[in-house]
């Protein structure tokens, strides 16, 4: 009777739903609730003509193996159905958990529903399953809702059950869900260990939570998980990322004095966060004190340490890690020998970072788009803009796609030596080749016009580029506030200047520095003096620029007030 009623209803949602929005609503949830407390029929029935056991042992044996492919877990699943009266659970089981594994979620989806109309009352691992793969396809909502169902029934939960929901939330990003279900599962007691621990903080790290991360490790401790040498240098990475070097020092310092000792990874993620924050000869000390507690610096380390010694003037040291890898067996991959060519081209160096160019052939090694970029850039700046021509298109002959800094940088050469119809050419050929203009793209074609005083072009790009979502920041408005100055169209200034601030742009000196100047240019001391009393009360400090221009006007016998 019960499987007559629950066809009937499946039918009655078949009609109204697809089969795909019914696998992911909640009608199917509904549907696991009421099999699930119903009584199946006994697998204590008469045998089968074939051994049951053998072809059990048989699905659970290949599975075992790892390498089933999707048509044959169809066919073992048709097999299966086929049983009459129906095998147990634990083979259905086994084949949906090499569906998820196979990244498979919507057969997943299918077969839970079909188990679930065939009669067949799922277990908390068959529950487990289906809240993965909830949380996989980013329907986190609905692995609650299952575990809403495994609440009702009693079940008693694993930890795999909430092990799954808090990697799932972690994975969408919702850090205070994740914070408060964490929280729930630890003062009621639930296991959790450290492993799932640093499942959970290794994805808020990813997204960007540090905060959140950090949280949960406090909340660890408290509930006598101790964090291992894996979560703190989770956490250190994810703090350096997030330009919180002091932060990622004192849980450095905080780990030391648990006699936790730091290992190659932990090193190269502090030294990374100082040297991206400019905190080179930091970076460099911390490096010999790695080397000095006997830690063998990996490939990455090596990498960085090239750039931050170039940073510093040092190109015999940065060389010297050549050495270095060559003792401890790495060998330099493609971003080492681009950290090398980018110091070398900085430092105007231009015929040693070809010679390595070329080395870096001969090693076998390909050089990639950020290769290209870097000497393209270069010979841009330099204004050798048929040089970069020539390497752009040897790049495009080898089979490597230019990315949206390669054409950035070609189009900042030509916009630099006032070819605006190439600059535009190159604009084009970026969108038509799939790639969506940034704001670095768009403040390019901006500047250019400007220089080249030609204000319509650089406001019709300006506008475009608002018509198409990008966002202006601090830059673009200096670039065409000092174009509209250039111009003498100091009211046009004004008025984007006031647009700056309307939309939740901050000015900075070089804002301020340009209106001042030109409203000076014209006279109009008053105005000038009313924006250096702004300057001041939106907390900057006046530079030289600033003072240079109130002495101007002091000379003219206007009198200012500091």
Not at 80 to 98: E, H, T, V
Not at 382 to 389: F, N, T, Y
Request: charged share 20%; glycine share 6%; hydrophobic share 40%.
């Amino acid at each position: 009777m019960f499987r007559r009623i629950l066809a009937t209803t499946t039918l009655n949602l078949l009609k109204v739903s697809s089969t795909t929005s019914i696998l992911s609503s909640s009608s199917f949830l509904l549907i696991c609730t009421k099999t699930i407390t119903s009584t199946t029929t006994s697998n204590q029935q008469q045998q089968q003509h074939f051994n049951i056991h053998d072809f059990e042992y048989y699905i659970r044996e290949r599975c075992k193996l790892g390498d089933l492919k999707l048509d044959e877990v169809l066919g073992l699943f048709d097999h299966l159905f086929a049983i009459q009266p129906l095998p147990s659970i634990y083979p259905f089981n086994q084949l949906l958990g090499s569906l998820v594994e196979m990244k498979n979620y919507h057969w997943v989806l299918h077969f839970s529903k079909s188990m679930v109309l065939a009669g067949i009352e799922l277990d908390i691992v068959s529950l487990n399953i289906l809240i993965n793969c909830y949380c996989c396809i980013g329907k986190v909502d609905l692995g609650f809702a299952v575990l809403g169902i495994i609440f009702k029934l009693g079940v008693e939960l694993d930890a795999f059950t909430l092990n799954t929901l808090l990697k799932g939330l972690s994975m969408k990003g919702d850090a205070e869900q994740v914070t408060e279900l964490f929280l729930k599962i630890l003062d009621n007691g639930y296991p959790l260990d450290v492993v799932t621990c640093g499942v959970l903080i290794n994805g808020l790290c990813k997204r960007e939570n540090v905060n959140a991360a950090l949280s949960l490790m406090r909340g660890m401790e408290t509930s006598n998980i101790k964090p291992d040498l894996y979560l703190y240098s989770i956490i250190i990475d994810g703090l350096c990322k997030e330009n919180q070097v002091n932060e990622a020092f004192n849980l450095f310092k905080e780990m030391l004095g648990k006699s936790i000792e730091p290992d190659v990874v932990t090193y190269t993620s502090l030294i990374h966060g100082l040297s991206i924050s400019g905190r080179q000869k930091e970076a460099l000390s911390l490096f010999e004190t790695m080397l000095s507690q006997n830690v063998t610096p990996s490939i990455r380390t090596c990498t960085i340490m090239v750039h931050v010694f170039f940073k510093e003037g040092r190109i015999k040291d940065a060389f010297k890690i050549l050495d270095i890898m060559s003792q401890t067996g790495e060998k330099p991959n493609v971003v080492t020998y681009t950290s090398f060519i980018h110091g070398l081209c900085v430092l105007g160096q231009w015929n040693e970072a070809m010679t390595l160019f070329g080395e870096m052939i001969s090693q076998g090694i390909t050089p990639n788009v950020q290769t290209y970029s870097v000497l393209i850039n270069f010979k841009c700046k330099e204004g050798k803009i048929d040089v970069a021509r020539q390497i752009f298109k040897i790049m495009r002959e080898k089979g490597e796609e230019p990315n949206i800094i390669t054409y950035s940088s070609l189009m900042d050469g030509y916009c630099l030596q006032g070819l605006m119809n190439e600059a535009e050419r190159v604009f084009e050929s970026m969108v038509v080749r799939g790639h969506k203009p940034n704001i670095y793209s768009y403040t390019i074609l901006i500047k250019g016009y400007c220089k080249a005083k030609n204000i319509e072009k650089a406001v019709r790009v300006f506008s475009k580029m608002r018509w198409e979502g990008v966002t202006p920041n601090t830059i673009t408005y200096n670039t065409l506030i000092g174009g509209f100055c250039n111009v003498g169209k100091v009211l046009a200034a004004k008025d984007l200047f006031k647009d700056m601030l309307a939309h939740g742009e901050s000015p900075n000196l070089f804002t301020y520095s340009t209106l001042m100047d030109r409203l000076c240019v014209d006279g109009r001391f008053t105005e000038a003096m009313e924006l250096y009393n702004e300057l001041k009360s939106s907390g900057l400090k006046p530079n030289t620029v600033i003072y240079t221009i109130l002495d101007s006007m002091r000379k003219t016998g206007f009198k200012v007030t500091l």
